[in-house]
């Protein structure tokens, strides 16, 4: 079992950006990474995902603004968001799921992923 740890989130103004981190993750193994949102009173969401081949997905309402990456000598998994949107605001989960990523994945609801970080906080303000 993994223990994905969540970093960098906070508060911004419409049109900001913050970079979210994920750790914890095993190189050694392949899974596929994510991220998922959930705001109140809102369903949970998809945002981005990729995996070792470095194939990646986006939900369509962050194509463009948000940017998944591997930091490979951090072993960090990180998400550059800009442009952001008081919509963006919600609880951002690091995901993890044994194996290539499946392009729809990203537009589930997040049971195609068995490891779930503790998720952090981003508000956008406008």
């Known amino acids: 079992q993994l223990q994905l740890k969540e970093s960098g989130g906070g508060s911004v103004q419409a049109g900001g950006s913050l970079s979210l981190s994920c750790t914890g993750y095993?190189?050694?193994?392949?899974?596929?990474m994510g991220w998922f949102r959930q705001a109140p009173g809102r369903e949970r969401e998809g945002v981005a995902t990729?995996?070792?081949?470095?194939?990646?997905y986006y939900v369509d309402s962050v194509k463009g603004r948000f940017a998944i990456s591997e930091d490979n000598a951090r072993r960090n998994i990180l998400l550059q968001m800009n442009n952001l949107k008081p919509e963006d605001t919600a609880m951002y989960y690091c995901?993890?799921?044994?194996?290539?990523?499946?392009?729809?994945?990203?537009?589930?609801?997040?049971?195609?992923?068995?490891?779930w970080g503790q998720g952090i906080q981003v508000t956008v303000s406008s």
């Open positions: 995901v993890a799921s044994i194996g290539y990523c499946q392009r729809w994945y990203v537009r589930g609801d997040g049971s195609d992923f068995e490891e």
């Open positions: 095993r190189k050694d193994v392949n899974y596929c």
């Open positions: 990729i995996d070792r081949d470095d194939d990646k």
